[in-house]
């Protein structure tokens, strides 16, 4: 019997989150963990009976639409299938995490849930109660739920419509209250910080009146993008990179080719952190004054006067250029117009703040133009057309790529033929 089109549909949704029952026992036992009630997952096995037996956790019920979703290692889905569980099957939810977008029969959705130790679930699958219950953020590591709480000594804390504080009052929130956080954005300083939170109907709060307890977890920036799996080949990450850096190249001069095989070498084909979790592929770092893009409730940046207080995330040298660096009037008519600030914040990866963005173009827009800006570039910038000569040139001024860095780039360059994105310009 031919497939309907609802069954066409319905496999192409659920690949590759479920393993449909039609499939034969052999092949998806070996496709993935075979389908168990949760209640038979081993007690203290890091599986799931810890979560489906909290009486105090919200719940939610599978729903696949016949077949099996795959609880995983990590929240996304080149992360280690742990385990499988059928269509209906109800789960206790500890704790939530933002992670890798899935569409899936419920809903499109960058929310995993953590259902027991390192085992999440994808919040797309997951049909809940008419009255969603607010799930917190997991902390890292093996920490459960965090709380944001309200630490104001006594007083009320002022809440905006945007991340500032001459924004429009909304209201004020009392001391203790705990707040269910949706994200976090870059604004005006306030009490030492430029870290502003964003509650629901698009209200913020400074964080530096907040306290995680029992630690702060990873926070995505408002509007940004959902964390990116890497491309599986060298050739689809080409494919992936070549639209951002062709546009970059057009705006700044630099070589599109050249743009690639950096990304390549410092995000190791978008499998770096940096990479995958806030789009940076060139461990561009964070220097004051911040360069930023604020999340406003009305997509209008927030003002930042300067006061002197510190902003976060301090300088670090980076894989690339250090912005900040003001462009040589005359040296790249390119890059003589204002650079548009692209970068949500700042956040630290193995002790170096490197910038965020809301998504891989504008890091590689950012990176183009950090390059073409400083006046040490000019020379490289006159070869643009050699791109060999570029990096060679780019390395004697000084480019913080270490020794060996232009030798990296060229033999990139020459081992996937970068050369031909610099034909489309």
Same mark, same amino acid.
């Given at each position: 019997?031919?497939?309907?089109?609802?069954?066409?549909?319905?496999?192409?949704?659920?690949?590759?989150?479920?393993?449909?029952?039609?499939?034969?026992?052999?092949?998806?036992?070996?496709?993935?963990?075979?389908?168990?009630?949760?209640?038979?997952?081993?007690?203290?096995?890091?599986?799931?009976?810890?979560?489906?037996?909290?009486?105090?956790?919200?719940?939610?019920?599978?729903?696949?639409?016949?077949?099996?979703?795959?609880?995983?290692?990590?929240?996304?889905?080149?992360?280690?299938?742990?385990?499988?569980?059928?269509?209906?099957?109800?789960?206790?939810?500890?704790?939530?995490?933002?992670?890798?977008?899935?569409?899936?029969?419920?809903?499109?959705?960058?929310?995993?849930?953590?259902?027991?130790?390192?085992?999440?679930?994808?919040?797309?699958?997951?049909?809940?109660?008419?009255?969603?219950?607010?799930?917190?953020?997991?902390?890292?590591?093996?920490?459960?739920?965090?709380?944001?709480?309200?630490?104001?000594?006594?007083?009320?804390?002022?809440?905006?419509?945007?991340?500032?504080?001459?924004?429009?009052?909304?209201?004020?929130?009392?001391?203790?209250?705990?707040?269910?956080?949706?994200?976090?954005?870059?604004?005006?300083?306030?009490?030492?910080?430029?870290?502003?939170?964003?509650?629901?109907?698009?209200?913020?709060?400074?964080?530096?009146?907040?306290?995680?307890?029992?630690?702060?977890?990873?926070?995505?920036?408002?509007?940004?993008?959902?964390?990116?799996?890497?491309?599986?080949?060298?050739?689809?990450?080409?494919?992936?990179?070549?639209?951002?850096?062709?546009?970059?190249?057009?705006?700044?001069?630099?070589?599109?080719?050249?743009?690639?095989?950096?990304?390549?070498?410092?995000?190791?084909?978008?499998?770096?952190?940096?990479?995958?979790?806030?789009?940076?592929?060139?461990?561009?770092?964070?220097?004051?004054?911040?360069?930023?893009?604020?999340?406003?409730?009305?997509?209008?940046?927030?003002?930042?006067?300067?006061?002197?207080?510190?902003?976060?995330?301090?300088?670090?040298?980076?894989?690339?250029?250090?912005?900040?660096?003001?462009?040589?009037?005359?040296?790249?008519?390119?890059?003589?117009?204002?650079?548009?600030?692209?970068?949500?914040?700042?956040?630290?990866? *193995?002790?170096?703040?490197?910038?965020?963005?809301?998504? *891989?173009?504008?890091?590689?827009?950012?990176?183009?133009?950090?390059?073409?800006?400083?006046?040490?570039?000019?020379?490289?910038?006159?070869?643009?057309?050699?791109?060999?000569?570029?990096?060679?040139?780019?390395?004697?001024?000084?480019?913080?790529?270490?020794?060996?860095?232009?030798?990296?780039?060229?033999?990139?360059?020459?081992?996937?033929?970068?050369?031909?994105?610099?034909?489309?310009?």
């Amino acid at each position: 019997m031919s497939a309907t089109p609802r069954t066409v549909l319905r496999t192409a949704l659920l690949t590759p989150f479920l393993l449909l029952a039609a499939i034969p026992a052999p092949l998806a036992a070996a496709a993935a963990p075979r389908a168990v009630p949760a209640a038979a997952v081993p007690a203290g096995s890091g599986g799931l009976p810890a979560a489906i037996a909290d009486p105090t956790a919200p719940s939610a019920r599978i729903n696949t639409d016949g077949g099996v979703v795959s609880v995983r290692s990590g929240p996304a889905t080149d992360k280690r299938a742990m385990a499988s569980l059928g269509d209906d099957t109800r789960v206790a939810v500890h704790c939530k995490v933002w992670g890798e977008q899935i569409t899936g029969t419920e809903r499109r959705s960058a929310y995993w849930m953590r259902v027991g130790a390192d085992r999440y679930l994808p919040d797309a699958f997951l049909a809940w109660p008419a009255a969603r219950p607010e799930v917190a953020w997991c902390g890292s590591g093996g920490t459960g739920a965090v709380t944001a709480r309200v630490a104001t000594g006594g007083s009320v804390l002022n809440v905006r419509r945007e991340a500032g504080t001459r924004a429009a009052r909304l209201g004020t929130v009392d001391d203790g209250q705990v707040l269910a956080v949706l994200c976090q954005a870059t604004g005006e300083q306030a009490a030492g910080s430029a870290v502003w939170l964003r509650l629901a109907g698009g209200r913020y709060v400074a964080e530096s009146f907040v306290r995680w307890s029992p630690q702060r977890p990873w926070l995505p920036w408002c509007g940004q993008e959902p964390v990116r799996v890497p491309p599986t080949s060298s050739g689809d990450f080409v494919d992936q990179a070549s639209v951002p850096a062709q546009a970059a190249a057009r705006a700044s001069g630099v070589p599109a080719s050249v743009l690639v095989a950096q990304a390549v070498d410092a995000s190791d084909w978008g499998r770096a952190a940096p990479a995958r979790r806030d789009h940076n592929y060139f461990g561009t770092a964070c220097a004051a004054p911040p360069e930023i893009r604020p999340a406003a409730a009305d997509g209008q940046p927030a003002e930042n006067p300067s006061n002197g207080a510190a902003s976060p995330g301090a300088p670090h040298r980076s894989a690339g250029p250090q912005p900040g660096t003001a462009a040589q009037p005359g040296a790249n008519p390119r890059a003589d117009a204002r650079h548009a600030a692209v970068m949500l914040g700042c956040r630290a990866y *193995e002790g170096t703040s490197l910038r965020a963005y809301r998504d *891989e173009a504008d890091s590689f827009a950012d990176h183009a133009a950090l390059l073409a800006r400083v006046p040490q570039h000019v020379r490289a910038l006159g070869h643009a057309g050699d791109p060999e000569r570029f990096v060679r040139e780019l390395q004697a001024a000084g480019y913080p790529g270490g020794a060996r860095h232009a030798d990296r780039i060229i033999d990139l360059m020459r081992r996937y033929d970068l050369y031909r994105l610099d034909a489309v310009r």
